[in-house]
């Protein structure tokens, strides 16, 4: 008859094989991710610049990109899609596309600055990375045409001065 301990040593070894072999496909998962995330960011980034190549010296698309099937222009001059306009004194959210204007809205409601996952949540925003990506980069966009700040903390805030719709 087998004696305890060599029964528990032989199910020990064969646990520490399988959490061996589980680590091998952890690994290799998660460097396909790494590899898939570094795709992502790169297309991401190839898209942001094309669409600042095509923005016209004010910043608004240039004509000959609205092709044909391309989203007409609302009353407000807003192209979903479009390039973000830069912010100066007297312009108002209403003439962002709807998906900025949607960012904005919440900021403006919560009268805070917000990480960018909450901004996400409140946006109802499905929590996956990827998801949450294109919210930082939309609010990221914001920023740098001076519609918001972000603070150290990476937080987003409304930069001083902008107003909603019709305020």
Known sequence: MPSVIGLLEERERAAAERVEVLRTEADRALAALREAELDWERFVVSRETVVEVLAGPDGVAEADTLASGDPEP??????????????????????????????????????????????????????????????RSKANRLVRQGWLVKEPSGRFALRAGVRGGGS
């Open 74 to 135: 609302s009353p407000s001059g807003a192209v979903p899609g479009s390039v973000v306009p830069e912010w100066c004194e007297g312009l108002v959210v209403s003439v962002l596309s709807p998906e900025y204007q949607r960012i904005m809205t919440v900021l403006i409601a919560a009268q805070r600055a917000l990480f960018c996952k909450e901004l996400a949540s409140e946006l109802g925003v499905e929590p996956v990375a990827a998801k949450v990506e294109g919210v």
